[in-house]
């Protein structure tokens, strides 16, 4: 069975903290060497669903498994399949970067053979020279990596990334997504949640967006914008004129003297809407347009920006 | 069972208190060999209350078993709170470890911390007064015992405690009293009716009491009884910190 089954599959998940319902009724798979994102404005319940899959949060109802053994019932073999790298800065103050990777190691029971393994790890995420320090004298930057490499000391299978760039600099984003398509390309499955859209649009194959607990949408990147049934036209304009009534919804920007319409693909054609803008008594300067990228599939989707 | 992820565990339980020794170790020898200096010094030759035992040497098995629990409380209790506070218990409840085995490893090294410093108060107690040693057994077994069920109570403590201040109050005003007023300075028959028949319920006073037959073969309630119940109390905590840690009480929310 575990031959054919998901990376992640979860099935009908629930979690509610008081009367917040973090979760209700989550169903989707993630599927064997994928790059998944899993996307959703602040409070959606992402970090909660990630603390499921790892076994730190308890659900209420349904059922995670990780290459198909139920995280539960074969919580140990469901473990050692996964890496998790957590939202928050965490880290055991009491020993170095090297004695922390490997005692992370120890918990899964790989023992020295996996040392060698864990100096290319300090090598790649750019660590070595640090490696003799205790994790609290690092920056902020540093001790994510760190985060990073203790996640993947077992050379897990499926790795969550819990927004590893929230907060990073421009330099380590670009680090962090090469270090990321490395481990993708060797075939480790990776699901990554992030704020910053291009970066799920750029990386991930298949996107599922949450929003208040629920499951709005999940699609290959490339079909969740063609489905999109808007596109954007920016038009620079000379002229005081009042546009037809028609357009005044459409507007969704102004900036002097331009402005963006978002239109409906099929309904409001490019040149007719140019027509009624000229008809009104406009020159018209200036024509762009824009297809529409996540940020605003996820405005759509969710109400909220990312 | 995931035999080197618990070693892992272990080893770095004790690594944890053996980097700072001197807080976890020289410290509480300190404190417990100054109550040895003030109250042997104050009231050993004017008491006694074991005869042929000087009130000096009846103190050392009390002063060196109340160490020993309440290190082994401090030890595991400690470790706990500063993961949660600090986060980084995520990286223990991720691992592929049993309730069982993160228990094993915890306690274990509480029990070991409590050994450690019982032994360095022993060494302590031989240049003050060579005590005598009437069963090694009895003495390992009660240290094995009230420091395991110690360690045990500073496991769920550290899992109830939402802060350090609320495992300081435990600390300061149960683990502390419970095991100072347990007999450390004096035998329970001294104490008027009441306070002596309520000692024959505190586990506290079996561990000092039971400890202290180990070396002198004489003392308040019999071997037997002192052993039952401090494993009774071993036995009761770990039932309650085991169940805590398979449902995730508290640890996975
Ligand atoms: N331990 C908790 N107790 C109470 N509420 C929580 C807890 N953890 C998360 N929540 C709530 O659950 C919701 C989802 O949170 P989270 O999963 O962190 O969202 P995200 O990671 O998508 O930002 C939020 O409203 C958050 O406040
Ligand atoms: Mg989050």
């Excluded at chain 1, 929230?166 to 699901?191: I, N, Q, Y």
């Excluded at chain 2, 200096?37 to 030759?45: C, D, I, K, M, Q």
């Excluded at chain 2, 409840?93 to 309730?99: E, F, I, K, Q, Y």
């Excluded at chain 2, 939402?162 to 347990?182: T, V």
């Amino acid at each position: 069975m575990p031959v054919t089954s998901d990376a992640i599959s979860i099935e009908g998940v629930r979690k509610t903290y008081g009367t917040l319902k973090a979760l209700d009724g989550v169903e989707f798979s993630i599927r064997r060497g994928e790059f998944f994102g899993l996307l959703g404005p602040n409070g959606a319940g992402k970090s909660t669903l990630i603390g499921i899959i790892a076994g730190l949060v308890r659900m209420d109802a349904g059922r995670v498994a990780v290459l198909g053994h139920d995280n539960r019932r074969e919580y140990r073999a469901a473990r050692r399949a996964l890496g998790v790298v957590p939202q928050e800065l965490v880290f055991d103050p009491f020993f170095s970067v090297r004695e922390c990777l490997r005692i992370q190691a120890g918990y899964y029971g790989c023992g020295r053979e996996y040392w060698p393994w864990i100096e290319r790890l300090l090598d790649e995420l750019d660590l070595a020279s640090k490696a003799g320090a205790t994790i609290r004298q690092l920056s902020g930057g540093m001790k994510r990596r760190v985060l990073i490499a203790q996640a993947l000391v077992h050379k897990p299978p499926v790795v969550i990334l819990d927004e590893p760039t929230a907060g990073v600099d421009v330099e380590l984003r670009r680090t962090l997504w090469r270090f990321a398509r490395k481990l993708h390309a060797e075939g480790t499955t990776v699901v990554l949640t992030t704020h910053y859209l291009e970066e799920a649009e750029e990386l991930c194959q298949r996107i599922a967006i949450l929003d208040r607990g629920r499951l709005k949408a999940l699609e290959g990147t490339g079909q969740i914008l063609a489905r999109h049934p808007f596109r954007f036209l920016r038009l620079t304009l000379d002229g005081d004129f009042r546009l037809p009534p028609g357009l005044e919804p459409c507007v969704v920007s102004r900036l002097n003297g331009s402005l963006e319409l978002k239109l409906k693909r099929e309904e409001q054609p490019i040149g007719e809407v140019l027509e009624s803008v000229r008809g009104a008594g406009f020159r018209i300067v200036d024509v762009r347009t824009r297809e529409p990228t996540l940020e605003d599939v996820f405005l759509e989707l969710t109400g909220e920006r990312a | 069972m995931n035999v080197f992820g618990f070693r892992t565990l272990l080893v770095k339980e004790i690594r944890r208190f053996w980097k700072v020794l001197v807080q976890t170790v020289l410290s509480p020898v300190v404190t417990a060999v100054l109550y040895l200096a003030v109250f042997g010094h104050v009231l050993g030759e004017r008491m006694q209350v074991f005869p042929g035992v000087s009130y000096t040497a009846f103190i050392i098995p009390g002063l060196i078993m109340m160490s020993v629990i309440q290190n082994a409380f401090a030890n595991t209790s400690s470790s706990l709170i500063q993961s949660k506070m600090m986060g980084n218990l995520v990286f223990l409840l991720m691992a592929p470890l049993s309730a069982w085995e993160l228990f094993g490893a915890y306690v274990l090294a509480g029990i070991l911390r409590g050994v450690l410093i019982g032994t360095v108060l022993y060494g302590f107690g031989w240049l003050v007064v060579p005590l005598p040693l009437h069963s090694w057994a009895a003495v390992l077994a009660m240290t094995v015992l009230a420091g395991g069920a110690l360690a045990v109570l500073g496991l769920i403590a550290g899992i109830l405690a939402e802060k350090f201040d609320h495992l300081a109050a435990f600390q300061n005003f149960f683990i502390m009293p419970a095991s100072f007023l347990s007999g450390v300075f004096y035998s329970i028959h001294t104490l008027p009716e009441f306070w002596r028949g309520l000692s024959h319920y505190n586990p506290f006073f079996y561990m000092i009491d039971g400890f202290r037959w180990g070396f002198f073969g004489v003392g308040d309630a019999t071997i037997a009884a002192s052993l039952l119940w401090t494993g009774g109390f071993f036995a009761l905590c770990s039932a309650i910190a085991l169940w805590m840690l398979q449902t995730g009480y508290r640890l996975r929310p």
